[in-house]
C-alpha cells in the first residue's frame, strides 16, 4: 500500500516570493511521482511528473520537484511565483513495481492550497 | 477537443434517490477512473476499469456501481444515497501504457449534494 503526505494544507504568499510545497510518500516498492494542480472550479491537471532518470523535474510555467529517495520526498517549489498560480496542489503516487497490477491508479495526498497575494 | 466529459455539473438529492453520473471520454482512452474529492482528504478512488467490461473496486466503493459497456462511457450510480455521498466527483481517463506512467486526464467534475 502507498501512502502520500503534504505537509501544508495552506501556503500563503506574496507575489514574486520564492514557494515549496511539501509532499513525503511512503511504499514498499518502486513508484512514479506527479504533481497535480486544479485551479478554481476545474479539474486536475498534471503539473509535472517523475518516472525514471534525472531526479530534478521541471514543468513549462516554472515549477520544480526533485525525487529524494532517500528521504521518500517530492518536494515542489517555484524561485518567483504569480498571481495566476493561486489553486490547489495535489501530490500522488502510482504503483511501478515489475508485473504490479495497479493500473496507473494514484493515490492522492490532501493537497496544498497556494494562494499568491498581491 | 472535447476530452473527458461529466454530467450533470451539479445535482442536489435527496436521502435515498438514486442517480447516474455520466462520463465520457472521446480520446479512446482504456484506462478509466472515478474518484470523490472531500475537503482537506485529496482524492480517493472509487472504481476504476482497464476495458470494456472490465471494471474493479477502489479504495472507497460502498454505495456506489459502475458499468463500462463502450470504450467511450463510464457512469457511476449511486443508489439509495446517503449525506455521506455528499462530494465532488471526477472522472479521468489515461491510454495504456506498459509502465504505467501516463497522464490521467480529467473532467471537471459534478458537484453533488444529498440532503
Known amino acids: 500500500a502507498q501512502s502520500v503526505t503534504q505537509l501544508d494544507s495552506q501556503v500563503p504568499v506574496f507575489e514574486e516570493a520564492p514557494v515549496e510545497l511539501r509532499c513525503n510518500y511512503s511504499?514498499?516498492?518502486?513508484?512514479?511521482l506527479f504533481w497535480y494542480v486544479q485551479y478554481p472550479n476545474q479539474g486536475l491537471q498534471l503539473l509535472l511528473k517523475y518516472l525514471s532518470g534525472s531526479t530534478l523535474v521541471e514543468s513549462i510555467n516554472g515549477f520544480e520537484a526533485e525525487f529524494n529517495k532517500s528521504q521518500t520526498s517530492f518536494h515542489l517549489r517555484k524561485p518567483s511565483v504569480h498571481i495566476s498560480d493561486t489553486a490547489e496542489y495535489f501530490c500522488?503516487?502510482?504503483?511501478?513495481?515489475?508485473?504490479?497490477?495497479?493500473?496507473?491508479?494514484?493515490?492522492f495526498g490532501q493537497g496544498t492550497i497556494l494562494t499568491v497575494h498581491p | 477537443n472535447a476530452g473527458v466529459t461529466q454530467t450533470p455539473k451539479f445535482r442536489i438529492l435527496k436521502i435515498g434517490q438514486s442517480m447516474t453520473l455520466q462520463c465520457t471520454q472521446d480520446m479512446n482512452h482504456n484506462y478509466m477512473y472515478w474518484y470523490r474529492q472531500d475537503p482537506g482528504m485529496g482524492l480517493k478512488l472509487i472504481y476504476y476499469s482497464v476495458g470494456a467490461g472490465i471494471t474493479d473496486k477502489g479504495e472507497v466503493p460502498n454505495g456506489y456501481n459502475v458499468s463500462r459497456s463502450t470504450t467511450e462511457d463510464f457512469p457511476l450510480r449511486l443508489e439509495l444515497a446517503a449525506p455521506s455521498q455528499t462530494s465532488v466527483y471526477f472522472c479521468?481517463?489515461?491510454?495504456?501504457?506498459?509502465?504505467?506512467?501516463?497522464?490521467?486526464?480529467f473532467g471537471e467534475g459534478s458537484r453533488l449534494t444529498v440532503l
Open positions: 511504499s514498499s516498492v518502486s513508484v512514479y
Open positions: 479521468a481517463s489515461r491510454r495504456q501504457q506498459g509502465n504505467y506512467g501516463g497522464e490521467l486526464f
Open positions: 500522488a503516487v502510482s504503483d511501478h513495481s515489475a508485473g504490479g497490477t495497479s493500473y496507473g491508479k494514484l493515490t
